[in-house]
């Protein structure tokens, strides 16, 4: 049991760093902008501005889907869930999981040829950056990676669990509202 424990504390402890990560790269395209506006402003070019922020915010929206999954911050449609019984409710929640899961591994399995390949034939954006596309789409990759084991986790505590770990703090879902 302690090393279930140590596995729940790891997992729980990646999904949220991924998140710090998407929110570090929420502030660099912030930076990004400003720096561009002050290179506009005095006359200046910063090349490859619009690119990396491109870049900062694939990798933050990859890098928060597992975050966001166990926050509860995914679009889910629970009124069929709360409208039917309790064991039906846990086999539909079964298949879900499992479809979610079984897709991301798929993108994951695809997703890691494309940046094989890319890294393989060194493409290069095409903009003034130049940046070797690897680079960008292995962040994509970490937060494709990070939200299949995050659904293949919810998976599997459902089978033995019986329900997902997924909890909506109501505080924050009364701001969104």
């Not at 949220?16 to 998407?22: D, K, P, S």
Request: charged fraction near 15%.
């Amino acid at each position: 049991m302690a090393a279930l424990r140590v596995l729940r504390s790891g997992l729980d402890f990646m999904y949220l760093a991924a998140g710090v990560l998407a929110a570090l790269c929420l502030i660099s395209i912030l930076t990004l902008i400003v720096l561009q506006m002050l290179a506009r402003w005095t006359g200046e070019v910063f090349p490859g501005a619009p690119d990396y922020a491109g870049y900062a915010m694939a990798a933050a929206s990859f890098l928060a889907f597992a975050n966001a999954l166990n926050r509860g911050s995914h679009i889910r449609v629970s009124i069929l869930l709360n409208a039917v019984p309790k064991r039906v409710g846990r086999w539909l929640e079964v298949w879900c999981f499992g479809i979610g899961a079984v897709t991301m591994w798929y993108f994951v399995w695809h997703a890691r040829k494309f940046v094989y390949w890319s890294w393989k034939f060194n493409d290069i954006s095409q903009g003034q950056d130049r940046t070797p596309l690897w680079i960008p789409q292995s962040l994509m990759l970490i937060g494709a990676v990070m939200l299949a084991i995050a659904l293949t986790d919810h998976l599997i505590h459902v089978i033995f669990k019986g329900d997902h770990r997924i909890f909506r703090d109501l505080e924050d879902q009364a701001q969104g509202e």
